[in-house]
Nanobody
Framework: QVRLVESGGGLVQPGGSLRLSCAASGSIFSINAMGWYRQAPGKQRELVAGISRGGTPNYADSVKGRFTISRDNAKNTVYLQMNSLNPEDTAVYYC???????????????WGQGTQVTVSS
């Protein structure tokens, strides 16, 4: 069984920073792309940032220059460093990973439970 566990959310003032982490555990043969999504109240879930297994990142326009995604393949962990946060970044942030749970099994998308990020003074 594969699990993704996020951590690092919380309350921060505008202009502040947070670092999110997401660790994958369980029966894992390989992990391809990993990423972060967010969902604000009343809005659809949107991609924030993604990163390939080789480390190539991509970002939503709204976070370019402020957020940095990285990963540690040895730890099956993806990170999201968020700087210059503003109230529009308030949302539940979800980790997503393309995981092949076994050598003979198909790759599938797995999601974390989400972590709340609130930007407010």
């Amino acid at each position: 069984q594969v699990r993704l566990v996020e951590s690092g959310g919380g309350l921060v003032q505008p202009g502040g920073s947070l670092r999110l982490s997401c660790a994958a555990s369980g029966s894992i043969f390989s992990i391809n792309a990993m990423g972060w999504y967010r969902q604000a109240p009343g809005k659809q879930r949107e991609l924030v940032a993604g990163i390939s297994r080789g480390g190539t990142p991509n970002y939503a326009d709204s976070v370019k220059g402020r957020f940095t995604i990285s990963r540690d393949n040895a730890k099956n962990t993806v990170y999201l460093q968020m700087n210059s946060l503003n109230p529009e970044d308030t949302a539940v942030y979800y980790c997503d990973a393309e995981i092949r749970p076994g050598e003979t099994l198909r790759t599938g998308h797995y999601w974390g439970q989400g972590t709340q990020v609130t930007v407010s003074s």
